[in-house]
C-alpha cells in the first residue's frame, strides 16, 4: 500500500468534508471580511462627518503630507504582492521562497507602520492631537483601527514565518497561508480606500 | 496493483490543496499586476498636483473614484483570486460592501455631507 | 515527515497540550478528555452542550432582568411612587432593557440555533466547535461584567439606547456606561465569532442532498439571523467604540461643544438596532413554523414564500432604521422615506401569519403546551405588528414616540412574540435534550398565566401611552389619569412572575419525576417532521450514526410516510426502524478544549482594565495572546483521545506515526482562530 492511499477524501460527517467543496475556514475568513466591511465603513463615514469641522486646532487636511503618505501606500500596496508570491511558493512546495516572501511582507507592513507613527507624531508636533477636535478623533480613530489590523497581521505573518521555520507549516497546509494572505489583501484594500477617501479628496 | 496506482493518482492529486485545481496567475503575472497598481497610485497622487483638479472637485472624484474601485477591484479578484475562486465567497464579500455603501451613504445623506455649504 | 509530530517547544513556558506526547506527563494542563462532572461541561466543545449552557445563562439572566422589570412595575404602581429615585431608576429600566435584549433573548435564540441548525442540516457538529465554545463563555463573561457594575460603582443609565451626548462624562459620570460600552463589545464578539459558525455550518455542513430549499424553516430563519448578525454587529461596534474613546480617552465625536453631532449616535445605534430587532424575532418564527405543522398534522403552509419572507426580513431590515429616529430632527425628506419602507416591511411578517393559520386551517389540531405558545406567539405578535404599523405612519408616531404605547408595541412583539416562541421550543426540544417531556399540567399553567399576565401588563400600556405617560422616566404625579392603569399593569407582571415560577417548578419537578421513574420518552414522541428527531432521545454525543442521505424538505417525515391515492398519509414504516439506533461505532468528535474558556476569561480582565487600572489590562492582553497561540497550535482533534470501539473503518493508519492522519487532524485554525 503506497503512503498516499493514506489520504482519503473526507466523507460526510468525518472532518474536513464540505457540500460545497471549499473549506470552512476559507468561507469563516470571507464571512468575517465581509463583516470587516460594514466597520470600517463605519469608521470612513465618520471621519466624512467630521472631517471638516475642526472649532479649534488644525485639521487633518491642513497638515497632510501627500508625498509621505503616497510613499507609505505605495509599501503596503507592494506588500500585498509579496504576500500572494509567498503563497505561490508553498503551493509549489518552495518553503526558503515562502518565508522569504512572508518576511518581507511583514518588514514592507513594518515599514507601513513605522510610516504612520512618524506621521502622526509629527501631526501632534504641529498641534492636532487625538483630542484636539473632532476631525482629529475621527482620523485618528480610523487610521488607527487600521494599524491595529495591520499590526495584528504582522503578528500572523511572524506566526506563520515561525511555524515554517519549526516545519510545522508543509505545502498541504498552504491555505493557512492562503487564509491569512485574503486578511492581508483586505487590510492593503481598506486602505486603499483611506489613501483616496481621506487623504486625497479635500 | 494496476487498481492501485489509479486509485493513487487521483488521490494524491487531491491531497494536495484544493487550490490546484484551478488557475492560478504565475508569479510573473503577479509582478505585473503590482506595477499596474503602482502605477494607478501615480497617477491618483498626481491629481495632487495638478491644479486643474484643484479647481475642479467634480472631475477630481471622477477620476480619483473609479481608480480607487479598480485598484480595490484588481486586489481583490487578483491576488484575493475571487475571480478564480468559487463563486460563493464573492457573494459574501459583496454582499458586504454593497450593504455597507449604501447605508452609510444614506446615512451621510442625512448628514448633508455630499451638499455645497 | 516526524518533525510534525515533534513534542511542541511552545515560545511560552504554558504547554499547549498539542503534541502527541502522552497525556500524563504534563500534569495539570493536559488535553481534557472527560465527559462527565463539572470539568467535562467546561471544556466541552460540542453543540449541544454549548446550546444548553446558552440556554440556562439566558433562563437566570431571564430571572434578574425579570426582577428588575418588578422592581420598574413596584415604583410605578401609583403616582410618586417611593420604591426607587430616579438615579435607580435609570440604572434599573436601563439594565432591564439590555439584559432582556442581550442576555436574554439573544441568547435564547443562540440555544435553539447552536443546538438545532447542526442537526436539522444532518451534520456532527458546527463547523468550529472551539470557537462555539468561546462564544457561549464570551457571552456569560460580558454579561457577568455588564452585571457586575451594580457592584461596582452603579449600572450603566442611559437606557439600552444609550443616546449621546447624555452618556459623556458630565452627565453620565459613573463607570456606568463603560461597563456597557466594554460589556456588549464583550458579547458582540460572542455574537459575531458565533455568527460566522452557524453561516458556515449552513452553507458548508449539509448533509449530502440537503438543498438549501430543503432545510427546515427553523434553520433558514436561523441562517438569516446569523447574516443579520455578521453584518449588524460590526456597526454598533464602531458606535460602542467612539463612545468609549470619547469617555475615557477624551475624543469629540459627541462633544456637542467640539461641534459633534448627537445623531451620529442614532444612526449607528440604530442601524444596528433594526436589524437587531429581527435577530431577536427570527429564531421564534422559525421554532413555531417546526412546532406547528407537526400539531397540525400538515407540512408548513407555502415553505417557499416562509423562506423568501424570512429573506425579505432580512433584507428589508436595513432599509427602515430612521424610523426610531422620526422625532429626531433628520428632516421631512428622510421621515418620509423611512416611513413609507417601514410600511412596507409589514408585509413579508404578514406572509408569515397567512401562513402559519393556513398550516393550522384543515389540519388536525393537538394543542399541547408547545402548540399553545406556538398559537400564542401567531396572536400577540400580531397586536404588536398592528401597534408597529401605526408607528410607521410618522405623523401619529410623534404623538406615540417616547410614551408607553411605543413600550406596549416592543413588549408584545418580543414577550408576546420572541419569548413565547421560546417556550413553545423548550416545551417540544425538552425531550430531544433531555430524554423526558415536561409536565403539560404544569406547562398548561405556565401558558394560560403568562399570556393572562402579559396582556395585563402590556395592554393598558397602549391607553396609558395614548394617554400621554412618558417611558423612560421614574415617576408620575396624580391627577394625570396614570392611576388605575398602572396598578392593572403591575399587578398583571407579578402574574407574570407567578407563571414564570410555575415553569421553574415545571422543570426541576419534571426532572424529579423522570428520574425517580426512570422515564425515558423513546424515539419521536411528537411524530414530527425533521431530521434532529432521527436520532434517539436525548441526542447522542455524536448526533449521527451515519450522516443521512436527504431526499426531501421535511426527510424524517417522508421516510416514515408515504401518501394514498388522495394524498393523505400512509404509514410506511415503523419509527424505530427510521430513527438511528445511536451507534457512535468509527466517529471521531472534536476533542474537548480549555482554551476556549481562558480566552473569554480575557476579556472582562481586559475590560475592567480600562475602566480602573491598566495593569489588569496589560494582564488581560496576556492571557489573550497566549489563548489564542494555545487554541491556534492545538489541533481540533486530540491525537491521544480514545476513540469509542476504536475501529477505523478501513483505513490502518495510526494517528501517532503517520503525517496523513496529522493533516487530518492538525488544526487548520492555527493562527488565524484570532477571529
Same mark, same amino acid.
Given at each position: 500500500?503506497?503512503?498516499?492511499?493514506?489520504?482519503?477524501?473526507?466523507?460526510?460527517?468525518?472532518?474536513?468534508?464540505?457540500?460545497?467543496?471549499?473549506?470552512?475556514?476559507?468561507?469563516?475568513?470571507?464571512?468575517?471580511?465581509? /463583516?470587516?466591511?460594514?466597520?470600517?465603513?463605519?469608521?470612513?463615514?465618520?471621519?466624512?462627518?467630521?472631517?471638516?469641522?475642526?472649532?479649534?486646532?488644525?485639521?487633518?487636511?491642513?497638515?497632510?503630507?501627500?508625498?509621505?503618505? /503616497?510613499?507609505?501606500?505605495?509599501?503596503?500596496?507592494? /506588500?500585498?504582492?509579496?504576500?500572494?508570491?509567498?503563497?505561490?511558493?508553498?503551493?509549489?512546495?518552495?518553503?526558503?521562497?515562502?518565508?522569504?516572501?512572508?518576511?518581507?511582507?511583514?518588514?514592507?507592513?513594518?515599514?507601513?507602520?513605522?510610516?504612520?507613527?512618524?506621521?502622526?507624531?509629527?501631526?501632534?508636533?504641529?498641534?492636532?492631537?487625538?483630542?484636539?477636535?473632532?476631525?482629529?478623533?475621527?482620523?485618528?480613530?480610523?487610521?488607527?483601527?487600521?494599524?491595529?489590523?495591520?499590526?495584528?497581521?504582522?503578528?500572523?505573518?511572524?506566526?506563520?514565518?515561525?511555524?515554517?521555520?519549526?516545519?510545522?507549516?508543509?505545502?498541504?497546509?498552504?491555505?493557512?497561508?492562503?487564509?491569512?494572505?485574503?486578511?492581508?489583501?483586505?487590510?492593503?484594500?481598506?486602505?486603499?480606500?483611506?489613501?483616496?477617501?481621506?487623504?486625497?479628496?479635500? | 496493483?494496476?487498481?492501485?496506482?489509479?486509485?493513487?493518482?487521483?488521490?494524491?492529486?487531491?491531497?494536495?490543496?484544493?487550490?490546484?485545481?484551478?488557475?492560478?496567475?504565475?508569479?510573473?503575472?503577479?509582478?505585473?499586476?503590482?506595477?499596474?497598481?503602482?502605477?494607478?497610485?501615480?497617477?491618483?497622487?498626481?491629481?495632487?498636483?495638478?491644479?486643474?483638479?484643484?479647481?475642479?472637485?467634480?472631475?477630481?472624484?471622477?477620476?480619483?473614484?473609479?481608480?480607487?474601485?479598480?485598484?480595490?477591484?484588481?486586489?481583490?479578484?487578483?491576488?484575493?483570486?475571487?475571480?478564480?475562486?468559487?463563486?460563493?465567497?464573492?457573494?459574501?464579500?459583496?454582499?458586504?460592501?454593497?450593504?455597507?455603501?449604501?447605508?452609510?451613504?444614506?446615512?451621510?445623506?442625512?448628514?448633508?455631507?455630499?451638499?455645497?455649504? | 515527515?516526524?518533525?510534525?509530530?515533534?513534542?511542541?517547544?511552545?515560545?511560552?513556558?504554558?504547554?499547549?497540550?498539542?503534541?502527541?506526547?502522552?497525556?500524563?506527563?504534563? &500534569?495539570?494542563?493536559?488535553?481534557? &478528555?472527560?465527559?462527565?462532572?463539572?470539568?467535562?461541561?467546561?471544556?466541552?466543545?460540542?453543540?449541544?452542550?454549548?446550546?444548553?449552557?446558552?440556554?440556562?445563562?439566558?433562563?437566570?439572566?431571564?430571572?434578574?432582568?425579570?426582577?428588575?422589570?418588578?422592581?420598574? !412595575?413596584?415604583?410605578?404602581?401609583?403616582?410618586?411612587?417611593?420604591?426607587?429615585?430616579?438615579?435607580?431608576?435609570?440604572?434599573?429600566?436601563?439594565?432591564?432593557?439590555?439584559?432582556?435584549?442581550?442576555?436574554?433573548?439573544?441568547?435564547?435564540?443562540?440555544?435553539?440555533?447552536?443546538?438545532?441548525?447542526?442537526?436539522?442540516?444532518?451534520?456532527?457538529?458546527?463547523?468550529?466547535?472551539?470557537?462555539?465554545?468561546? *462564544?457561549?463563555?464570551?457571552?456569560?463573561?460580558?454579561?457577568?461584567?455588564?452585571?457586575?457594575?451594580?457592584?461596582?460603582?452603579?449600572?450603566?443609565?442611559?437606557?439600552?439606547?444609550?443616546?449621546?451626548?447624555?452618556?459623556?462624562?458630565?452627565?453620565?459620570?459613573?463607570?456606568?456606561?463603560?461597563?456597557?460600552?466594554?460589556?456588549?463589545?464583550?458579547?458582540?464578539?460572542?455574537?459575531?465569532?458565533?455568527?460566522?459558525?452557524?453561516?458556515?455550518?449552513?452553507?458548508?455542513?449539509?448533509?449530502?442532498?440537503?438543498?438549501?430549499?430543503?432545510?427546515?424553516?427553523?434553520?433558514?430563519?436561523?441562517?438569516?439571523?446569523?447574516?443579520?448578525?455578521?453584518?449588524?454587529?460590526?456597526?454598533?461596534?464602531?458606535?460602542?467604540?467612539?463612545?468609549?474613546?470619547?469617555?475615557?480617552?477624551?475624543?469629540?465625536?459627541?462633544?456637542?461643544?467640539?461641534?459633534?453631532?448627537?445623531?451620529?449616535?442614532?444612526?449607528?445605534?440604530?442601524?444596528?438596532?433594526?436589524?437587531?430587532?429581527?435577530?431577536?424575532?427570527?429564531?421564534?418564527?422559525?421554532?413555531?413554523?417546526?412546532?406547528?405543522?407537526?400539531?397540525?398534522?400538515?407540512?408548513?403552509? %407555502?415553505?417557499?414564500?416562509?423562506?423568501?419572507?424570512?429573506?425579505?426580513?432580512?433584507?428589508?431590515?436595513?432599509?427602515?432604521?430612521?424610523?426610531?429616529?422620526?422625532?429626531?430632527?433628520? &428632516?421631512?425628506?428622510?421621515?418620509?422615506?423611512?416611513?413609507?419602507?417601514?410600511?412596507?416591511?409589514?408585509?413579508?411578517?404578514?406572509?408569515?401569519?397567512?401562513?402559519?393559520?393556513?398550516?393550522?386551517?384543515?389540519?388536525?389540531?393537538?394543542?399541547?403546551?408547545?402548540?399553545?405558545? *406556538?398559537?400564542?406567539?401567531?396572536?400577540?405578535?400580531?397586536? &404588536?405588528?398592528?401597534?408597529?404599523?401605526?408607528?410607521?405612519?410618522?405623523? #401619529?408616531?410623534?404623538?406615540?414616540?417616547?410614551?408607553?404605547?411605543?413600550?406596549?408595541?416592543?413588549?408584545?412583539?418580543?414577550?408576546? %412574540?420572541?419569548?413565547?416562541?421560546?417556550?413553545?421550543?423548550?416545551?417540544?426540544?425538552?425531550?430531544?435534550?433531555?430524554?423526558?417531556?415536561? *409536565?403539560?399540567?404544569?406547562?398548561?399553567?405556565?401558558?394560560?398565566?403568562?399570556?393572562?399576565?402579559?396582556?395585563?401588563?402590556?395592554?393598558?400600556?397602549?391607553?396609558?401611552?395614548?394617554?400621554?405617560?412618558?417611558?423612560?422616566?421614574?415617576?408620575?404625579?396624580?391627577?394625570?389619569?396614570?392611576?388605575?392603569?398602572?396598578?392593572?399593569?403591575?399587578?398583571?407582571?407579578?402574574?407574570?412572575?407567578?407563571?414564570?415560577?410555575?415553569?421553574?417548578?415545571?422543570?426541576?419537578?419534571? !426532572?424529579?419525576?423522570?428520574?425517580?421513574?426512570?422515564?425515558?420518552?423513546?424515539?419521536?414522541?411528537?411524530?414530527?417532521?425533521?431530521?434532529?428527531?432521527?436520532?434517539?432521545?436525548?441526542?447522542?454525543?455524536?448526533?449521527?450514526?451515519?450522516?443521512?442521505?436527504?431526499?426531501?424538505?421535511?426527510?424524517?417525515?417522508?421516510?416514515?410516510?408515504?401518501?394514498?391515492?388522495?394524498? !393523505?398519509?400512509?404509514?410506511?414504516?415503523?419509527?424505530?426502524?427510521?430513527?438511528?439506533?445511536?451507534?457512535?461505532?468509527?466517529?471521531?468528535?472534536?476533542?474537548? *478544549?480549555?482554551?476556549?474558556?481562558?480566552?473569554?476569561?480575557?476579556?472582562?480582565?481586559?475590560?475592567?482594565?480600562?475602566?480602573?487600572?491598566?495593569?489588569?489590562?496589560?494582564?488581560?492582553?496576556?492571557?489573550?495572546?497566549?489563548?489564542?497561540?494555545?487554541?491556534?497550535?492545538?489541533? #481540533?482533534?486530540?491525537?491521544?483521545?480514545?476513540?469509542?470501539?476504536?475501529?477505523?473503518?478501513?483505513?490502518?493508519?495510526?494517528?501517532?506515526?503517520?503525517?496523513?492522519?496529522?493533516?487530518?487532524?492538525?488544526?487548520?485554525?492555527?493562527?488565524?482562530?484570532?477571529?
Amino acid at each position: 500500500m503506497s503512503d498516499v492511499a493514506i489520504h482519503h477524501d473526507p466523507k460526510p460527517g468525518e472532518h474536513g468534508w464540505t457540500q460545497t467543496g471549499v473549506s470552512n475556514e476559507k468561507l469563516g475568513m470571507w464571512v468575517f471580511l465581509g /463583516s470587516e466591511c460594514l466597520l470600517f465603513g463605519g469608521l470612513i463615514s465618520t471621519y466624512m462627518l467630521y472631517k471638516g469641522t475642526a472649532l479649534k486646532g488644525p485639521k487633518p487636511h491642513d497638515l497632510y503630507d501627500i508625498p509621505f503618505t /503616497s510613499v507609505s501606500s505605495f509599501v503596503l500596496l507592494m /506588500s500585498s504582492m509579496t504576500m500572494v508570491l509567498a503563497l505561490s511558493a508553498i503551493q509549489r512546495g518552495d518553503h526558503q521562497r515562502c518565508r522569504v516572501w512572508l518576511a518581507t511582507t511583514a518588514l514592507l507592513g513594518a515599514t507601513f507602520i513605522s510610516g504612520q507613527v512618524y506621521e502622526f507624531t509629527s501631526f501632534v508636533k504641529e498641534g492636532m492631537g487625538y483630542t484636539t477636535n473632532t476631525a482629529a478623533s475621527s482620523f485618528y480613530t480610523l487610521t488607527g483601527f487600521h494599524g491595529v489590523h495591520v499590526s495584528l497581521g504582522i503578528v500572523m505573518l511572524m506566526s506563520l514565518f515561525m511555524m515554517s521555520v519549526r516545519g510545522r507549516l508543509p505545502q498541504e497546509k498552504s491555505e493557512v497561508v492562503e487564509i491569512v494572505g485574503l486578511y492581508w489583501h483586505f487590510v492593503d484594500v481598506v486602505w486603499i480606500l483611506i489613501f483616496t477617501v481621506v487623504y486625497l479628496i479635500p | 496493483m494496476a487498481t492501485e496506482t489509479e486509485h493513487a493518482e487521483p488521490t494524491e492529486a487531491v491531497a494536495h490543496s484544493a487550490d490546484h485545481a484551478h488557475a492560478h496567475p504565475s508569479d510573473s503575472q503577479y509582478v505585473l499586476i503590482a506595477v499596474v497598481l503602482a502605477f494607478i497610485t501615480g497617477a491618483e497622487v498626481l491629481t495632487y498636483y495638478v491644479d486643474f483638479f484643484k479647481d475642479h472637485f467634480p472631475i477630481l472624484l471622477l477620476t480619483l473614484i473609479p481608480m480607487m474601485i479598480i485598484k480595490f477591484a484588481i486586489v481583490a479578484a487578483f491576488f484575493m483570486h475571487l475571480r478564480f475562486d468559487n463563486k460563493l465567497f464573492r457573494r459574501v464579500f459583496i454582499t458586504g460592501i454593497v450593504l455597507a455603501t449604501i447605508v452609510y451613504m444614506i446615512v451621510l445623506n442625512i448628514f448633508h455631507v455630499f451638499k455645497h455649504s | 515527515m516526524a518533525i510534525i509530530e515533534a513534542p511542541d517547544s511552545a515560545p511560552l513556558a504554558l504547554p499547549s497540550g498539542g503534541t502527541v506526547a502522552p497525556h500524563q506527563a504534563l &500534569g495539570v494542563f493536559s488535553r481534557p &478528555g472527560q465527559s462527565k462532572g463539572w470539568r467535562s461541561w467546561i471544556t466541552s466543545v460540542d453543540h449541544k452542550r454549548v446550546g444548553v449552557l446558552y440556554g440556562a445563562s439566558a433562563i437566570l439572566f431571564f430571572l434578574i432582568g425579570g426582577m428588575e422589570a418588578l422592581l420598574i !412595575r413596584l415604583q410605578l404602581v401609583h403616582a410618586n411612587g417611593t420604591v426607587l429615585n430616579a438615579a435607580q431608576y435609570n440604572q434599573v429600566f436601563t439594565m432591564h432593557g439590555i439584559t432582556m435584549i442581550f442576555l436574554v433573548v439573544m441568547p435564547l435564540g443562540a440555544a435553539f440555533m447552536n443546538y438545532l441548525m447542526p442537526l436539522q442540516v444532518g451534520a456532527r457538529d458546527v463547523a468550529f466547535p472551539r470557537l462555539n465554545a468561546f *462564544s457561549f463563555w464570551c457571552f456569560l463573561f460580558g454579561g457577568l461584567f455588564l452585571n457586575s457594575s451594580w457592584f461596582l460603582g452603579g449600572a450603566p443609565d442611559g437606557g439600552w439606547f444609550a443616546y449621546a451626548p447624555n452618556t459623556n462624562p458630565i452627565f453620565s459620570p459613573s463607570h456606568g456606561m463603560d461597563f456597557y460600552a466594554i460589556g456588549l463589545l464583550i458579547t458582540g464578539i460572542a455574537s459575531t465569532v458565533g455568527a460566522i459558525n452557524l453561516v458556515v455550518t449552513v452553507i458548508n455542513l449539509r448533509a449530502p442532498g440537503m438543498s438549501l430549499m430543503k432545510m427546515p424553516v427553523f434553520t433558514w430563519m436561523g441562517f438569516v439571523t446569523q447574516l443579520l448578525i455578521v453584518f449588524a454587529m460590526p456597526v454598533i461596534t464602531v458606535a460602542l467604540f467612539l463612545l468609549l474613546f470619547d469617555r475615557n480617552f477624551g475624543a469629540n465625536f459627541f462633544n456637542v461643544k467640539a461641534g459633534a453631532d448627537p445623531l451620529l449616535w442614532q444612526h449607528l445605534f440604530w442601524l444596528f438596532g433594526h436589524p437587531e430587532v429581527y435577530i431577536l424575532i427570527l429564531p421564534s418564527f422559525g421554532i413555531i413554523s417546526e412546532t406547528i405543522p407537526v400539531f397540525s398534522r400538515k407540512p408548513i403552509f %407555502g415553505y417557499p414564500f416562509m423562506v423568501f419572507s424570512g429573506i425579505a426580513i432580512g433584507f428589508m431590515g436595513w432599509g427602515v432604521w430612521a424610523h426610531h429616529m422620526f422625532a429626531s430632527g433628520v &428632516g421631512p425628506l428622510s421621515v418620509a422615506a423611512f416611513s413609507v419602507t417601514t410600511m412596507f416591511i409589514a408585509v413579508p411578517t404578514g406572509v408569515k401569519i397567512l401562513n402559519w393559520v393556513a398550516t393550522m386551517y384543515g389540519g388536525k389540531l393537538t394543542f399541547t403546551t408547545s402548540m399553545k405558545f *406556538s398559537v400564542g406567539l401567531v396572536g400577540m405578535f400580531t397586536i &404588536g405588528g398592528l401597534s408597529g404599523v401605526t408607528h410607521a405612519v410618522s405623523p #401619529s408616531d410623534l404623538q406615540q414616540t417616547d410614551t408607553y404605547y411605543i413600550v406596549a408595541h416592543f413588549h408584545y412583539v418580543i414577550f408576546g %412574540g420572541a419569548l413565547l416562541g421560546f417556550f413553545a421550543g423548550m416545551y417540544f426540544w425538552w425531550p430531544k435534550v433531555f430524554g423526558y417531556k415536561l *409536565s403539560e399540567k404544569l406547562g398548561s399553567w405556565h401558558f394560560w398565566l403568562i399570556l393572562i399576565g402579559m396582556n395585563l401588563t402590556f395592554g393598558p400600556m397602549h391607553i396609558v401611552g395614548l394617554q400621554g405617560q412618558p417611558r423612560r422616566t421614574y415617576t408620575y404625579n396624580k391627577g394625570y389619569g396614570f392611576d388605575f392603569w398602572n396598578m392593572i399593569e403591575t399587578i398583571g407582571a407579578f402574574i407574570i412572575a407567578l407563571a414564570v415560577l410555575v415553569f421553574l417548578v415545571n422543570v426541576f419537578s419534571s !426532572r424529579a419525576k423522570a428520574k425517580r421513574e426512570h422515564i425515558t420518552v423513546g424515539n419521536d414522541p411528537w411524530d414530527a417532521r425533521s431530521l434532529e428527531w432521527m436520532v434517539p432521545n436525548p441526542t447522542p454525543a455524536h448526533n449521527f450514526d451515519e450522516v443521512p442521505v436527504v431526499a426531501h424538505l421535511d426527510e424524517f417525515w417522508h421516510r416514515k410516510y408515504g401518501e394514498d391515492e388522495n394524498g !393523505r398519509p400512509v404509514r410506511v414504516k415503523a419509527t424505530d426502524d427510521v430513527v438511528q439506533a445511536g451507534d457512535p461505532t468509527g466517529v471521531h468528535l472534536p476533542s474537548p *478544549s480549555y482554551w476556549p474558556i481562558v480566552i473569554a476569561a480575557s476579556l472582562p480582565l481586559i475590560g475592567y482594565g480600562i475602566i480602573f487600572n491598566l495593569g489588569f489590562a496589560a494582564l488581560g492582553g496576556f492571557v489573550l495572546f497566549l489563548g489564542i497561540y494555545g487554541l491556534g497550535l492545538e489541533p #481540533s482533534m486530540d491525537p491521544d483521545a480514545a476513540h469509542p470501539h476504536d475501529d477505523h473503518g478501513g483505513h490502518d493508519d495510526t494517528h501517532d506515526d503517520a503525517p496523513a492522519a496529522a493533516d487530518d487532524e492538525e488544526s487548520h485554525e492555527e493562527v488565524t482562530a484570532s477571529e
